[in-house]
C-alpha cells in the first residue's frame, strides 16, 4: 500500500484511484523507486516525499481547477537528485545543494521521462523563493508550496515519533 502523510488513500490501486492513473509508469520507474534509498527529512526517504508532494500538489491543482496531471508527474520528480543530501559536498565555486538540486533533478528526469514545459517549470523553480527565477505557470506556485508544507510536515512527523518513543521509555523505566 502507498500513502501520503496524513492520507488514508491507497495510491497504488489501478483505475480506482486517478492519481495512480496520472502517475503510474513515473511511480514505478526504476529511478523513482531508486529514492527509496535516500534519506530526505528525518525518517522519511526522498521517494517518499516526492509522493507526498506530488499527492499534495495533485489535490491542490485539481481543486482549482489546474494541470492536476502535470502537478503530479512533475512532483514526483522535483526532487530527483538522486544522492543523500545529508552527505552532499560542494566543489569550490559550487552553490549549496538547496540552489543545485533542482537543475540536477530536471537534468535527472530529462533522461527517462519526456517532459512538458509545464513540468520542467514546476522541477526546476519549485524552491522559489530560494532560487529567485520567477514560476511560470500557477501549477509552480503550487508546488513550492506544498514542497515546504510537505517538509515541514515530516519533520514535526520526525519530532513527535521522536516524542512518542521518549516517552514509551520512560513509561517502562517508571513500571519497573
Ligand atoms: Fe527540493
Ligand atoms: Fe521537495
Redesign the pocket.
Known amino acids: 500500500m502507498l500513502k501520503a502523510i496524513g492520507s488514508d488513500i491507497d495510491l497504488s490501486v489501478p483505475s480506482d484511484c486517478e492519481y495512480y492513473d496520472y502517475v503510474k509508469d513515473v511511480l514505478e520507474s526504476d529511478v523513482v523507486q531508486s529514492m527509496k534509498q535516500f534519506h530526505h527529512h528525518g525518517h522519511t526517504s526522498c521517494f517518499q ?2 509522493v507526498n ?1 506530488s499527492f499534495y500538489n495533485f489535490k491542490l491543482c485539481k481543486a482549482l481547477g489546474l494541470n492536476a496531471r502535470a502537478a503530479a508527474r512533475a512532483g514526483l520528480l ?2 530527483l537528485f538522486l544522492y543523500d543530501w545529508h552527505d552532499y559536498v560542494k566543489e569550490p565555486g559550487q552553490q549549496l545543494h538547496g540552489w543545485t538540486h533542482p537543475r540536477t533533478a530536471l537534468n535527472n528526469a530529462r533522461k527517462y521521462f519526456k517532459l512538458s514545459p509545464l513540468e520542467e517549470d514546476i522541477i526546476l523553480k ?1 524552491m522559489f523563493p530560494l532560487t529567485t527565477a520567477l514560476p511560470k505557470y500557477p501549477e509552480t506556485v503550487c508546488i513550492t508550496l506544498t ?1 515546504k508544507f ?2 515541514a510536515w515530516e519533520v514535526i512527523d520526525h519530532w513527535v515519533y521522536i516524542a512518542r518513543k521518549g516517552i514509551h521509555f520512560v513509561r517502562k523505566v517508571f513500571a519497573q
Open positions: 516525499h516526492c508532494v522535483h526532487d519549485h514542497d510537505c517538509g
